[in-house]
């Protein structure tokens, strides 16, 4: 995203925000608190690289330190995948026994392919709905890998059908997740949605169909001025799926009921959107923290793998 800066200070001088209409914003309660800091760990597990070169059966493990529940859970892999598309999109596919669930997690940004990736910005048709455009870097991310991951999660499904289908990911494995999730919905499965850090991924047409798909809940978190949420712009016609779940906790500090905020619009301008919609660029501390440092097994330098 970072690579980003020239284009998008440029852009952002001719920036307006026309916010939508807010609705009642609320707090969460103590079960959901738990609920979200669980599933970011899985987010985090993505960027650990021993889970996503992993062989199937192998237990999920953080040597960052930064998922200790689901190292305690019995989590198993059942694929991984990673280095092997142009966008080099990587993650996993695990079986969680101990919460019952089936956990699809990508990676966030870490190679130069991923950034390219970031960077495309332009739209493409996911033939989900009439007027539905997805942004193209993102979109493409989710169907290099597509067939081979639902070779495996379709049987998987099968095996365990009272498990719950879980996607997560954390700032580009967000965004990923997000076009999987609507996807998957699309093609007949329920799956529940976990994204951190996500910036934008569609138009206002997407962002509405993937809100209201009413095949598993939409849990997309921001925190303070995270400014990765920001992007794209929505003067380039980019709109976030709802509701938002706004951490108002600052820097890595615990994180309380009441400082996270769930707002019904999804670029409400109360959020990380803020009146102007304008992201400060320079200030990227409050992304890498969602209940935790979620890119914490994020490794040194910047290979083109």
Not at 125 to 144: Q, R, V
Not at 297 to 304: A, N, Q, S
């Amino acid at each position: 995203m970072y690579l980003l800066k020239s284009l998008l200070v440029a852009a952002s001088a001719i920036a307006t925000c026309e916010a939508l209409p807010s609705l009642q914003a609320r707090d969460i309660t103590t079960q959901q608190l738990d609920d979200y800091s669980f599933w970011v760990q899985y987010a985090a597990a993505a960027y650990c690289e021993p889970n996503y070169v992993s062989k199937a059966g192998h237990k999920l493990t953080c040597w960052a330190g930064n998922c200790p529940q689901v190292e305690a859970s019995d989590a198993t892999i059942l694929y991984d995948f990673s280095n092997t598309t142009s966008t080099d999109t990587s993650g996993f596919l695990a079986v969680d026994t101990t919460n019952q669930a089936i956990v699809l997690s990508f990676r966030g940004s870490y190679s130069i392919r991923n950034w390219l990736a970031d960077a495309t910005f332009f739209y493409t048709d996911p033939k989900l709905c009439t007027g539905c455009e997805a942004e193209l870097g993102f979109w493409s991310s989710w169907t290099n890998v597509r067939d081979n991951i639902t070779t495996i999660l379709t049987p998987t499904l099968t095996k365990y059908p009272d498990y719950e289908l879980v996607i997560v990911g954390h700032s580009l494995g967000a965004a990923i997740a997000t076009l999987a999730a609507a996807d998957l919905r699309h093609s007949g499965h329920k799956a529940t949605l976990y994204a951190y850090a996500s910036p934008r991924v569609a138009n206002p047409t997407l962002a509405k169909y993937i809100t209201n798909q009413n095949q598993g809940g939409n849990y997309r978190f921001t925190h303070t001025d995270d400014p990765v949420p920001n992007l794209p712009l929505q003067v380039m016609g980019y709109a976030h799926v709802s509701p938002e779940y706004h951490i108002t906790a600052k820097g890595n500090s615990s994180v309380s009921t009441s400082e996270v905020v769930v707002y019904q619009n999804g670029d409400d301008p109360r959020g990380n959107t803020g009146l102007l919609g304008i992201p400060d660029l320079l200030d990227v501390d409050a992304h890498h923290w969602y209940f935790e440092r979620a890119d914490g097994c994020l490794g040194p330098g910047l290979p083109f793998k």
